[in-house]
Nanobody, 135 residues
C-alpha cells in the first residue's frame, strides 16, 4: 500500500501562485505510475483537476487548463501541481491520488466529465491540503 502526504497549500490573493507537493511512500513502484490531483470545495463534490498517466501524458479539467501544471519526479516519488493565476473559485481542499484503476485508464482524457464518483478512479488518497484564494 502507498501513503500520500500533500503540502504547499495556503492562502493567496487572486492572481497569485502556489505549488502543491505530494510525497508517496510505502509500496510506490506500481501505485505511482499514474497519479492525479483532485479538489473538493466546501459543500461540494470532489472533482478531478489534473492527471498524469504511466506514459507521462497529462490531462486537465477545462477550468484549470493553461493555469495549472501537473508533474511528477519519479526519483523523489513526488507529484506536483503548479497553480498560477489562481481564482477565488479555485479555493478547495486539494487531494493527491495514486494507484489508478482500470476504469480511469480506459476513461481516457474524458475522465473529468464521466458521471459518478471520482473516488472509483484511484485506490490511494492523501489527507488533503487547503487552498484559499481571496479577491
Amino acid at each position: 500500500q502507498v501513503q500520500l502526504v500533500e503540502s504547499g497549500g495556503g492562502s493567496v490573493q487572486a492572481g497569485g501562485s502556489l505549488r502543491l507537493s505530494c510525497v508517496a511512500s510505502g509500496y510506490t513502484y506500481s501505485a505511482t505510475k499514474c497519479m492525479a490531483w483532485f479538489r473538493q470545495p466546501a459543500g461540494k463534490q470532489r472533482e478531478g483537476v489534473a492527471g498524469i498517466d504511466v506514459n507521462g501524458v497529462t490531462t486537465y479539467a477545462e477550468s484549470v487548463k493553461g493555469r495549472f501544471t501537473i508533474s511528477k519526479d519519479n526519483a523523489k516519488n513526488t507529484l506536483y501541481l503548479q497553480m498560477n493565476n489562481l481564482k477565488v473559485e479555485d479555493s478547495a481542499m486539494y487531494y493527491c491520488a495514486a494507484d489508478c484503476t482500470m476504469e480511469w485508464v480506459t476513461a481516457g482524457p474524458d475522465w473529468f466529465t464521466q458521471p459518478g464518483s471520482v473516488m472509483r478512479y484511484f485506490g490511494s488518497w492523501g489527507q488533503g491540503t487547503q487552498v484559499t484564494v481571496s479577491s
